[in-house]
């Protein structure tokens, strides 16, 4: 198949809702990441996402609507999920909620839930609005890589698998939605996004958080959210988190990177000076800027062969949970204390 990439505008826009109108899917930039959309009640259809992915078929989709209107039809809509939409939406945060029969089991993956988010990014509302459906749309990359941020990262995962790309420059966010379940006794945040679980508490008086969200499955486990089950953000490379002071962890860094021709480094860019003339690529000032760059370096470094990075931590608090969620699960989970750099040592002769 010939993937076309077009820059959105008015015409291409249109081409894309006849695609998903015509049962097909198509990619498209959110203010989060690029999403591959399908019509959401076209069981058929949505099939087409999971095959283009290589998507486990036990991995449920978000579904996105343009107007509040369009709930009634596809979930049990409650009172806090409208504090919520009046407060977050349109933006960067899906609510999982008691779902109607009208949304075709494809799309839940079998559960008696659905993931519903109300997008801001104007291309992806031009989208909703042109092809008058609720759209089911997963990030638009091949399953186990990291979340696509420019259209060039979609066509890298999918060219010759899709129809048509929309390209509406990279994403403001840069990180997947917020994903909070709310089908439970207590609203709790099942994948930590850009509405942070302050924000939400402000809101509804409480918010949990998983616990699945820092640390992996225990074997047996159930997950919270299928999502959780899969490896995922995982690049090529090796990659080991440092966690510690600053001078500490830039020592350790340093170390160990001077023994690895070829390792890179990801840090703060208060931390760059530290690092002295070793390469190190700038996570910039804080946790939003983290977040904007992280996917694009981690799909920089499979470009370039790189085999092993080394990464600070950041705070896991307000935007810095889902940055740190998305680094320790590319990481495995592998989360080094500085200071007790034999660890490092120790894995290097592994390689
Ligand atoms: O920002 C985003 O959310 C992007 C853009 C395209 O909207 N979409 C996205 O979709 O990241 P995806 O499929 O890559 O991630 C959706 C996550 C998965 O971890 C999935 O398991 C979880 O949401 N999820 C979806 N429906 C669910 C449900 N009913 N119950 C629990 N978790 C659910
Ligand atoms: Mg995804």
New binding site residues.
């Given amino acids: 198949m010939n993937t076309r990439l077009l820059a959105a505008d008015a015409q291409s826009i249109g081409q894309a809702a006849e695609l998903l109108r015509s049962g097909r899917i198509v990619a498209f930039p959110?203010e989060?990441?690029?999403?591959l959309g399908a019509n959401a009640l076209d069981g058929a259809a949505v099939r087409g996402i999971f095959q283009a992915k290589g998507r486990p078929g036990d991995?449920?989709?978000?579904v996105?609507i343009e107007d509040l209107q369009q709930t009634a039809a596809l979930c049990a809509w409650s009172e806090g999920a409208a504090v919520l939409a009046a407060a977050f939406w349109p933006g960067?945060l899906?609510m999982?909620l008691p779902k109607k029969a009208l949304v075709p089991h494809e799309v839940?993956a079998g559960?008696s839930?659905?993931?519903i988010?109300m997008?801001s990014h104007p291309v992806a509302r031009a989208l909703l609005k042109a092809c008058g459906l609720p759209i089911a749309?997963?990030?638009a990359n091949r399953s186990g890589r990291p979340?696509p941020t420019t259209a060039g990262h979609v066509y890298a995962d999918l060219q010759g698998l899709i129809p048509l790309i929309l390209d509406g420059g990279p994403c403001e966010f840069g990180l997947?939605?917020t994903?909070l379940?709310l089908s439970g006794a207590s609203p709790t945040v099942?994948?930590p996004?850009a509405v942070t679980p302050e924000q939400i508490a402000l809101v509804l008086g409480q918010c949990d958080v998983a616990e699945t969200v820092m640390r992996p499955l225990l074997p047996g486990e159930g997950a919270p959210?299928?999502?959780?089950r899969h490896r995922h953000y995982a690049p090529r490379a090796r990659l080991s988190l440092v966690e510690g002071s600053a001078d500490e962890v830039a020592r350790c860094i340093s170390a160990a990177y001077d023994r690895q021709p070829g390792a890179r480094i990801m840090a703060m860019h208060e931390h760059l000076g530290l690092y002295g003339s070793r390469r190190v690529d700038d996570l910039g000032p804080d946790a939003a800027s983290a977040a904007h760059r992280l996917f694009y370096l981690l799909r920089s470094y499979d470009e370039q062969d790189v085999a092993c990075i080394y990464c600070e931590t950041l705070p896991a608090t307000g935007l810095g949970l889902a940055v740190m969620n998305r680094l320790a699960r590319a990481a495995q989970f592998d989360i080094i204390k500085a200071g007790y750099n034999a660890s490092i040592t120790s894995k290097e002769s592994n390689t």
């Fill in positions: 959110t989060t990441v690029y999403g991995n449920p989709l978000i996105h960067p899906t999982i839940t559960l839930t659905v993931g988010r997008p749309a997963p990030s979340s997947e939605s994903v379940d099942l994948r996004g959210s299928p999502g959780m």
